[in-house]
């Protein structure tokens, strides 16, 4: 895909991973659009942008709320339509107890959050994207979703390992020019991972991989959305960089 001119979609973007993303992408060229439930937040990444001469339009989103997904949708439409879609928003939810001693509610949030809701936007995204025949979209998984071992918030886990199955499921789809991808990276070294990184006791820090730094994660969405094969999975995990394609 050529990303100079294309509009891309970004969720989360108004700060983490999703600033780094958005800042990518517009650097590629990219009108990027910066959704995030805070519309404060959105905007001052937008703002970041076109300070730099870049393009990018901020919309308040909460993703999980259906009709502020079907209202991003509606806005990209007037921009000429989603090229390219990076389903970055994510989380363990702010519950205090996890799966399975927390409520229903509270767990089954995360996963609406983490897979449902990228779903539902790569859906409502599909019909331009088919339409014009080309389309890009990129899922932000995580680490925990392809490791075997414990985890705190098993919803998350769960959710994250959907999203890289939902991937190669749809690998047909680039017979029809839309390119489904997932990056897979392990603890990004955002601000709050250093400081958790630098809290924990130096014996437990020397048997952890080291932080992926955001710039990396970006640079993989970049190329992913650029020319990533249909059903590929990347991960970026223990300082290497693999790929799965139709496993």
Same mark, same amino acid.
């Given at each position: 895909?050529?990303?100079?001119?294309a509009v891309?979609?970004?969720?989360?973007?108004?700060?983490?991973l999703? #600033?780094?993303?958005?800042h990518?992408?517009?650097?590629?060229?990219c009108?990027?659009?910066?959704? +995030?439930?805070?519309?404060?937040a959105?905007a001052?990444v937008?703002e970041e942008?076109?300070?730099?001469?870049?393009?990018a339009?901020d919309?308040?989103?909460?993703?999980?709320v +259906?009709?502020d997904?079907?209202?991003?949708?509606d !806005?990209?439409?007037?921009?000429?339509?989603?090229?390219?879609?990076?389903?970055?928003?994510?989380?363990?939810?702010?519950?205090s107890e996890?799966?399975?001693?927390?409520?229903?509610?509270?767990w089954?949030a995360v996963?609406d959050?983490?897979?449902? =809701?990228?779903?539902?936007l790569?859906?409502?995204?599909?019909p331009?994207?088919?339409?014009?025949g080309?389309?890009?979209?990129?899922?932000?998984?995580s680490?925990?979703g392809?490791?075997?071992? #414990?985890?705190?918030?098993?919803?998350?886990?769960a959710?994250? =390992?959907?999203?890289?199955?939902?991937t190669t499921s !749809?690998?047909?789809?680039?017979?029809?020019?839309v390119?489904?991808?997932?990056?897979?990276?392990?603890?990004?070294?955002l601000?709050r991972?250093h400081?958790?990184?630098?809290a924990?006791?130096e014996?437990?820090?020397a048997?952890?991989?080291? !932080?992926?730094?955001?710039?990396?994660?970006?640079?993989?969405?970049?190329a992913?959305?650029?020319?990533g094969?249909?059903?590929?999975?990347?991960?970026?995990?223990?300082?290497?960089?693999?790929?799965?394609?139709?496993?």
């Amino acid at each position: 895909m050529e990303l100079t001119g294309a509009v891309a979609v970004v969720t989360a973007g108004g700060g983490g991973l999703g #600033a780094h993303l958005v800042h990518a992408l517009a650097r590629e060229g990219c009108h990027v659009v910066v959704a +995030d439930r805070d519309a404060d937040a959105a905007a001052r990444v937008a703002e970041e942008v076109r300070d730099g001469g870049g393009r990018a339009t901020d919309v308040r989103c909460d993703v999980l709320v +259906d009709d502020d997904l079907r209202a991003l949708v509606d !806005l990209t439409r007037g921009l000429g339509g989603v090229d390219l879609l990076v389903a970055n928003a994510g989380g363990w939810g702010g519950a205090s107890e996890q799966y399975p001693g927390a409520e229903v509610g509270d767990w089954s949030a995360v996963l609406d959050l983490n897979l449902r =809701a990228p779903m539902l936007l790569l859906q409502l995204c599909l019909p331009s994207m088919r339409a014009r025949g080309t389309g890009a979209v990129v899922t932000v998984a995580s680490s925990a979703g392809v490791e075997a071992g #414990a985890y705190g918030s098993p919803p998350y886990a769960a959710a994250k =390992a959907g999203l890289v199955r939902i991937t190669t499921s !749809l690998a047909d789809l680039g017979a029809e020019g839309v390119r489904v991808t997932t990056v897979v990276p392990g603890w990004i070294g955002l601000d709050r991972a250093h400081r958790e990184w630098d809290a924990l006791p130096e014996d437990e820090r020397a048997g952890l991989p080291a !932080l992926v730094p955001p710039s990396l994660v970006a640079a993989e969405v970049v190329a992913l959305a650029r020319d990533g094969a249909g059903g590929r999975v990347v991960t970026l995990l223990d300082g290497e960089r693999r790929e799965v394609l139709h496993p």
